[in-house]
C-alpha cells in the first residue's frame, strides 16, 4: 500500500476525518475529506460525526476545531506548524489594550490562540472580516493583522484600533514584484490576500481570501490571475479551474509547509499530536468563535 491508500484505511478504521487548508502541499490533498479556506474548514469541524480530526494546516487551526468540538480527538501532525502572526498577540496585551479602551469590542481574527480567543467579543475570518466589523455599533480593537485590519476600515469607514501584527509571507510581496508580474502578464488580473500591505492591495482587481479566490477565478472572464498569496494557493486555483492560467507573487509558509504525508500517517498511526486546552478557556473562546458562525 502507497501512503495515501495507508492513510485512508486508517481513517476507516479509527472513524478519522482530514481537514486540509489551500496552503498545504499538494500531496495532502490526496487524503482531505475538505479542501478549504479557515472559515470553510472551522464549519467543516462543527459539522463532522468523526471521532478524530487530523488538521493538516497550522496551529490556530487545529485549536479552532478542538474549541469547537471538545469530545472529539483533534491531532495536528507536527507540533511545530505555527502561524507565527498568531504569536504577535497575547492574552496579556490584549487584556492591557482592553483596559485602555473599556467599551471597545475586541475582533480577533482566527489566526490567534484560544487565549486571545477568550479575551475576544467576536473572530473573524479572511472571509467575514469585514460583515463581521459592520456587525459591531461600538468602537474595536481589531487583533493581530495590521493589514487585514487597515483594510477593512477602508471597506467599512469604520476606524478602528488596529494591533501592529502581520504576516511575513504576505509583507514581504511588494509593489515593485507585483508590478513586475503584471508587465509580463499585462492579461492577468491581481488576486491578493488583505494579509498584504496597502500598495499590494491598491493594485489589485480583487481582494479576498483563499476560499473567495476559487470563485473569483471560476467567475470570472479572464483567463490569466496573478495571486498574491502563499505560493500553495496557486496549485489550489490549478486543480479547481484547470483551464486557466496563475502565477504567483509570494513565498512559502514555513508552518504550513512543514507537513507531509508522512506526518500525516504517523499522526492516525501514534494520536499525534494531539491539541488539549485549559476548559475555561476553551469555553470562552468558543463564544467568539459562535458567534462568528452565527452571522457567517
Ligand atoms: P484564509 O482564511 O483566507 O484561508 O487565510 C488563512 C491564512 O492563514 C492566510 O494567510
Ligand atoms: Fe500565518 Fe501567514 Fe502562514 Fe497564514 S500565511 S498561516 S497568516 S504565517
Partial sequence: MDLVEQIQALK???NA???VHNYQRQEIYEVADLLGDSLELAKAATRTKADTIVFCGVDFMAESAKILNPEKKVLL???SAKC???AMASSRNLKQKKKEHPDAAVVSYINTSAEVKAESTICCTSANAETVVRSLDQEVIFVPDSNLGAWVEQQTGKKMILWNGYCRTHAIISGKKLKKAKALHPQAKVVA???????????ADKVCGTGG????ARDSSADEFIIATEDGMVNRLKREVPDKRFYCVAG?????????LERVLTALEKDQFEITLDEQTRVKAKEALDRMLEIS
Fill in 84 to 86: 507565527p502572526m498568531a
Fill in 17 to 19: 476525518i482530514v481537514l
Fill in 252 to 260: 512559502s509558509c514555513i508552518g504550513m509547509k512543514i507537513n507531509s
Fill in 77 to 79: 501532525p507536527v507540533i
Fill in 213 to 216: 479566490m476559487i470563485t473569483y
Fill in 193 to 203: 490576500h488583505p494579509e498584504c500591505t496597502r500598495t499590494v492591495l491598491e493594485l
Fill in 12 to 14: 476507516q478504521e479509527k
